[in-house]
């Protein structure tokens, strides 16, 4: 199903450290989402699913190592808890080994996923079963991080700025970095001269077909290069190929 504007895609956190969730979430743009109703945020700590007196999450490793291991008692109580409302969740596991998020797959939670649960419990260390309640086990990038809060909200945040009324220009989310599929054009606001560096006379002219024909090549000039891979990934039409060579030409 593709969201419409009145559809709320609701997220869930299952974290050891609810506080770093919410905190993000009261500002700005997720703010106004979620006031808006566009998605609902429900953050759940973990350590409120334990048994024991000591309300203890973690424990260490089965023969020897550093460090804690998170315990799946905790998670599967949560999930348990969680999954007794009968909706369709699909459930994403936060790891260093898993599926590298990026703006593709953004898109494709944006349109196909309504109810989102997040995982993010010790970023490497956890017991080995939670993996098999996941639907999915998503990393934002090659490197290891304290816990999976992070990742969750760079995830939550991807997604949300793709829905349907939370931006307020809807040309904000298609026309940024990798909604093309390359990096974003350069960017100029007030003074028109600042400190020596000067606004490019093409964007003070008012001829938008210039202007628009700019950006495009200053896009591709960014990406060649900062990210020359991604155009790989793009397809170019003839126009790209001559702003292209233009480029070359120019830094020759």
């Not at 974290?15 to 009261?26: K, M």
């Not at 007196?53 to 999930?79: C, F, I, T």
């Not at 220009?169 to 970095?177: C, G, H, K, T, V």
Request: proline share 5%.
């Amino acid at each position: 199903m593709t969201p419409g504007i009145f559809d709320t895609m609701t997220f869930e956190v299952l974290t050891l450290f609810p506080d770093i969730i919410r905190s993000y979430l009261s500002e700005s743009i997720m703010k106004r989402a979620i006031e808006r109703g566009v998605v609902s945020v429900d953050v759940y700590n973990i350590r409120d699913f334990t048994t024991d007196k000591h309300r203890q999450v973690d424990d260490s490793p089965y023969g020897g190592g550093a460090g804690m291991v998170l315990k799946p008692e905790p998670v599967y109580n949560a999930l348990d808890y969680l999954c007794k409302d009968g909706l369709e969740r699909f459930k994403v596991l936060l790891t260093p080994g898993g599926r590298v998020f990026n703006q593709s797959l953004a898109e494709e939670y944006a349109g196909n996923r309504r109810r989102i649960l997040f995982i993010s419990g010790r970023y490497e260390g956890f017991d080995e079963r939670i993996r098999a309640v996941s639907d999915e086990e998503l990393s934002i990038g090659d490197y290891v991080l304290t816990g999976g809060e992070l990742p969750a909200l760079v995830i939550i945040d991807a997604v949300t700025r793709l829905l349907p009324g939370v931006l307020g220009d809807s040309r904000s989310a298609e026309e940024e970095s990798f909604t093309t599929g390359l990096l974003d054009y350069p960017q100029y606001t007030r003074p028109v001269e600042f400190r020596g560096m000067k606004v490019p006379d093409v964007l003070l002219g008012g001829n938008h077909r210039l202007i628009k024909r700019w950006r495009r090549k200053e896009a591709l000039r960014h990406t060649l290069q900062r990210r020359p891979g991604l155009l790989q990934r793009v397809t170019l039409s003839e126009e790209d190929n001559e702003l292209i060579r233009e480029i070359k030409e120019e830094e020759e």
